[in-house]
């Protein structure tokens, strides 16, 4: 079905994911083209048999529904097996045994390893003592390179490019994963305008904003209602409770914005309201059927198209 990318031009082939930062436009350019291919076999055919024989591990330290079953849906759409691990309490790390033997076990069983751990830097441990590629399906506070490949291809599938967008990220700066992620890979286009919308304690950290600082515009505000009208992108985030030791702290702070119809009135047409999901609250249920959200249907659908491409990457050369 003229799923041929050549060997020559597969950089995945046998890699780590292990930060956004991997990610060129080169290569990005090749996980939309493959991802738009997924997406068409999957809604024509159900399924396919690219990692027939193939077997992954899912290890996951920390609640997920999404990247979890998202990865599980891809492994079987593509004819791939998986061991799932989920939650530690039937595992030997309940034991003692450290994230390295554990990984070193799973890397004898499977082809591939998927892991969410609490740790910033845990995926890039896991894949140090790894003998087969480690995907990081989140690392604590630390990246999210998956969720962000899917945040990617929803917004280039909506607009066709990233080039002179206005992008505005929103709510927990300092703790969203997946905002870190997704900075990294949209700050790779010059003419892109960020925008930082986050109350003064949950900003993006000092790290990423100097590394993002010298490619494209920023603009850091507490308004969302002063950025809505000129953005094409508004991407909200929960304010990650379980980073935070002072729980009356985040209480205060868990709905300091809150998406409702009423301020979209403010937003453009064409405008997207993206959303990592799980939302505890910041965007009102009444903006689920509003046109500019995408977080339902385009995100988690796009979730496992892009993994199944990423997966097909990785794991055959072809
Ligand atoms: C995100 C995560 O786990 O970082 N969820 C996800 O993977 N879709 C966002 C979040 O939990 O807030």
């Known amino acids: 079905m003229g799923m041929t990318i050549d060997s020559m031009n597969n950089p995945f ?3 780590d994911i292990l930060s956004s930062e991997q990610y060129t436009k080169d290569n990005l350019n090749i996980l939309v083209k493959v991802s738009h ?6 809604e024509k055919h159900g399924s396919l048999d690219l990692l027939k024989g193939k077997l992954i591990t899912a290890l996951f330290y920390e609640p997920s529904s999404r990247t979890f079953a998202s990865f599980v849906a891809a492994i079987q759409r593509l004819g791939g097996g998986f061991i799932p691990l989920q939650g530690i309490t039937y595992s030997s790390v309940t034991k003692g045994e ?8 799973f890397a004898c069983y499977s082809d591939a390893v998927v892991i969410r751990h609490p740790e910033v830097g845990s995926a890039k441990k896991a894949a140090a003592a790894s003998t087969v590629p480690v995907i990081n399906a989140g690392d604590g506070v630390g990246e999210h390179p998956t969720q962000s490949l899917l945040d990617y291809y929803t917004i280039v599938e909506r607009f066709g490019k990233i080039d002179g967008l206005t992008i505005s990220m929103v709510g927990d700066l300092l703790n969203g994963r997946t905002i870190h992620s997704l900075i990294k890979l949209v700050s790779l286009y010059p003419s892109v305008k960020i925008n930082l919308v986050s109350p003064e304690i949950l900003k993006l950290p000092e790290v990423i904003l100097d590394k993002i600082k010298k490619k494209v515009k920023i603009f850091v505000t507490d308004r969302l209602d002063s950025v809505i009208a000129k953005s094409d992108v508004v991407y909200v985030t929960r304010v990650q409770k379980e980073r935070f030791t002072d729980l009356n702290l985040y209480e205060k702070l868990k709905h300091y914005y809150i998406v409702t119809p009423q301020l ?4 453009k047409k064409s405008t997207i309201i993206m959303h990592p999901l799980p939302r505890v609250g910041e965007i009102s249920a009444d903006v689920d059927s509003d046109p500019r959200s995408v977080y339902i249907k385009d995100q988690m659908r796009n979730g496992v198209y892009t993994r199944m491409a990423l997966l097909s990457l990785i794991l055959s050369r072809n």
């Open 264 to 267: 979209l009135k403010k937003a």
């Open 98 to 105: 450290t994230l390295e033997d554990t990984v070193r076990t």
């Open 13 to 15: 082939f046998q890699q």
């Open 37 to 42: 291919q997924m997406k068409e076999v999957v």
